[in-house]
């Protein structure tokens, strides 16, 4: 069986500050995992994809994030958080890489940003 | 751009009532999904189909039923219902392979009282 944990349901952060999303999985195959990004009263839009090409995944909007196959982690990281960046961020995971689209997606973890 | 579109952004309907929530895509996917979101939960798939007229249940179908009889379009059912199926309900589509990327409509908030 897979399952996502989002280990933060909110962060709040400074305008200009790190941010620090945390993601870890659990597969019992190679799995695909992916960040997305629900802006208020939108649907959910890709950040970034990881897909064992390379360890360290870069996104949309200076967002990246590292997978750690021995910790079962995907955190998502940004240098300097803008207030556009107030958003909810859904780690989500795809262990059927062979087959199919099934995804199940981690609780969410709402970020705000303060000025 | 790929586009999904969700006919209502809002509905509301009384308990007991047929309910039903179109989505549209325009990109010639393959598969198409049902979730609905609710705090705390993330997404949780209800129905998702890859091909038309195919359908396979998904972690909570109870309640609800889904029809796909042309490629862009998938419905969603509610065939009668309850005030514990208030939420927000969003629609997907991916081009059919392994790891694709999925493309979201933008939600219907469905009140059920």
């Known amino acids: 069986a897979q399952s996502v944990t989002q280990l933060d349901s909110h962060v709040s952060v400074s305008e200009g500050t790190p941010v620090l999303l945390r993601c870890n999985y659990s597969?019992?195959?190679?799995?695909?995992l992916f960040w997305y990004v629900q802006h208020p009263n939108k649907g959910l839009q890709l950040l970034l994809k990881?897909?064992?090409?390379?360890?360290l995944v870069k996104g949309i909007n200076g967002f990246e994030a590292e997978f750690k196959k021995s910790e079962t982690s995907f955190h998502l990281t940004k240098p300097s958080a803008h207030m556009s960046d107030a958003a909810e961020y859904f780690c989500?995971?795809?262990?059927?890489?062979?087959?199919?689209?099934?995804?199940?997606f981690g609780g969410g973890t709402r970020v705000l940003v303060k000025p | 751009d790929v586009k999904v579109t969700q006919s209502s952004r809002y509905l509301v309907k009384r308990t007991g009532e047929k309910v039903f929530l179109e989505c549209v895509q325009d990109?010639?996917?393959?598969?198409m999904f049902w979730y609905r979101q609710d705090p705390g939960l993330g997404l949780r798939l209800i129905y998702f189909?890859?091909?038309?007229?195919?359908?396979e249940k998904g972690d909570i179908p109870e309640g609800y039923s889904v029809s796909r009889e042309k490629k862009e379009r998938f419905s969603l059912i509610l065939e009668s219902a309850s005030t514990n199926q208030t939420s927000m309900y969003l629609c997907?589509?991916?081009?059919?392979?392994?790891?694709?990327?999925?493309?979201f409509g933008a939600g219907t908030r469905l009140s059920v009282l």
């Open positions: 189909s890859y091909d038309v007229k195919m359908k």
């Open positions: 990109m010639d996917h393959e598969n």
């Open positions: 597969s019992s195959y190679s799995p695909s």
């Open positions: 990881y897909t064992s090409a390379a360890t």
């Open positions: 997907a589509s991916a081009k059919a392979g392994a790891g694709d990327i999925q493309y």
């Open positions: 989500v995971v795809n262990p059927y890489k062979a087959a199919g689209n099934k995804l199940t």
